[in-house]
């Protein structure tokens, strides 16, 4: 990342300070991914669900802005992971907001299963030709899910969450509540720059 962030970075920065962190220390590289542990686990601690779930609707607010600027035909355009389309791309991001949300709650009250503890599977695209107005669903559903799962997990921040991620492994339920936010910072990357590129092109 260059020594000046972009303006977005800067903005989310400023209102959701432990998510952007997280982002700035993470990739998918070993010594990433130990940078990550250590800075979920510093910014994580008991009670702190509320704070999180202030940063998280930043995040949300975010991703509704970036939404509503992208011109419909980048709906369809290359979306920055697999083969997918903006829409497709759009679509998992809410996905993942609220699967990540559900476990991690089920876990800070004790409810998730013990049989067989979930994992983190391959990432699923949503429909191809999917509106603006689907995805404006899409995300405030997934709003909705994080503020439930926020309320589940405060007081039960500290306690490990059986979701296993391939790469990362085990979290506690309030470090995979901030995690939610790095995931979404890596589209809300490509988004924007899909929107530079394209500003670019008009110029």
């Known amino acids: 990342m260059s020594t000046t962030a972009p303006a977005w970075v800067s903005s989310l920065e400023t209102h959701a300070p432990d998510v952007v962190a997280c982002w700035r220390a993470f990739d998918w590289s070993l010594p990433g991914l130990k940078s990550l542990r ?32 992208l011109p419909e035909r980048l709906l369809r355009a290359p979306g920055g992971e697999e083969d997918w389309n903006v829409a497709q791309a759009f679509a998992h991001t809410t996905a993942a907001r609220r699967f990540l949300a559900t476990w991690a709650a089920l876990d800070a009250d004790g409810r998730g299963p013990d049989d067989r ?9 949503g429909r191809p030709d999917a509106t ?7 995300l405030d559903k997934s709003r909705r899910r994080i503020r439930e799962a926020a309320a589940r997990i405060e007081g039960g921040e500290m306690r490990r969450c059986n ?9 506690r339920c309030g470090e995979w509540l901030l995690f939610i936010g790095l995931h979404d910072c890596m589209h809300l990357e490509q988004l924007h720059r899909l929107l530079e590129a394209d500003a670019s092109l008009d110029a």
Do not use: Y
């Open 38 to 69: 250590r800075e979920l686990r510093a910014r994580v601690g008991e009670g702190h669900a509320p704070r999180i779930l202030a940063q998280q609707e930043a995040v949300g607010d975010a991703l509704e802005a970036v939404l509503r600027k």
């Open 132 to 138: 603006r107005e689907e995805l404006l669903v899409l």
């Open 117 to 125: 503890p979930p994992v983190v599977t391959p990432s699923v695209p």
């Open 163 to 171: 979701v296993e991620h391939p790469l990362v492994g085990h979290l």
